[in-house]
């Protein structure tokens, strides 16, 4: 059965910190998406990055950068330089493509609290 | 544009009743997803439709759920005989094209439920 682990209930950092968000997946699919979602206070969820199995480059946009390892399962999100903006609860999701089903499968979040 | 939409935002009702949740999903958006998250957790998928079908709905607890989408844009979540522990916030989403997964969904913004 397919899984996110997000092992980081809450992470709390001083501004213009770097702060890293573990996420960890198991899946028997050879093809699968991987997304993260930022949640602030507000409750909307806010779509960051989509990146597929065959894609193995790591990816930046600006403060935010993505490392994706298929050998560790591990598709981690690092906030540089974090500033008190990014607070809210990051989730990681993943999504089977031979499955048969197109819901999203999303770790239980991690709080992260930006302190001034 | 405007992104999807969700009424009510809350919603406050009694053990037993009947309630419907509604979901404007973005115009152009064929695929339409329910979600349902409890407090400090992570979405958990509840059912997929794409046009008015419904093409996918493994994630629905029981048979007190049930959705439509008759016109293949607005979805209607109706839950019968409500419980307590149907408390939660549930959200949509939407994307393009035939979903299947690989499409990013952008979510509203939730209607939070509160069963007495």
């Known amino acids: 059965a397919q899984k996110v682990t997000q092992a980081q209930t809450e992470i709390s950092v001083v501004e213009k910190e770097d702060v890293t968000l573990d996420c960890v997946y198991e899946t028997r699919d050879t093809t699968y998406y991987l997304f993260w979602y930022k949640q602030p206070p507000s409750g909307e969820l806010v779509f960051l990055i989509r990146?597929?199995?065959?894609?193995?480059q790591n990816e930046i946009s600006g403060r935010y950068s993505w490392n994706f390892q298929k050998s560790t399962s591990s598709f981690n999100f690092t906030i540089t330089a974090s500033q008190v903006v990014d607070s809210a609860v990051y989730f990681c999701a993943l999504s089977e493509i031979n499955r048969g089903a197109d819901g999203l499968t999303f770790g239980k979040g991690t709080h992260l609290i930006i302190q001034p | 544009g405007a992104g999807v939409s969700q009424t009510p935002s809350n919603k406050v009702t009694e053990k037993g009743k009947y309630v419907e949740l509604r979901c404007d999903p973005i115009?152009?958006?064929?695929?339409l997803y329910w979600y349902r998250q409890s407090l400090g957790q992570g979405p958990e998928f509840l059912i997929y439709f794409q046009g008015t079908g419904a093409a996918d709905d493994s994630g629905l607890p029981n048979d007190r759920f049930f959705a439509v989408r008759p016109e293949g844009s607005v979805s209607t979540l109706k839950i019968q005989r409500t419980e307590r522990g149907d408390s939660a916030v549930y959200l949509c989403?939407?994307?393009?094209?035939?979903?299947?997964?690989?499409?990013?969904?952008?979510f509203g913004p939730g209607t939070r439920l509160l069963v007495l």
């Open positions: 989403a939407s994307s393009q094209a035939s979903g299947g997964g690989q499409e990013t969904q952008y």
């Open positions: 990146r597929n199995s065959f894609d193995e």
């Open positions: 115009s152009g958006h064929t695929a």
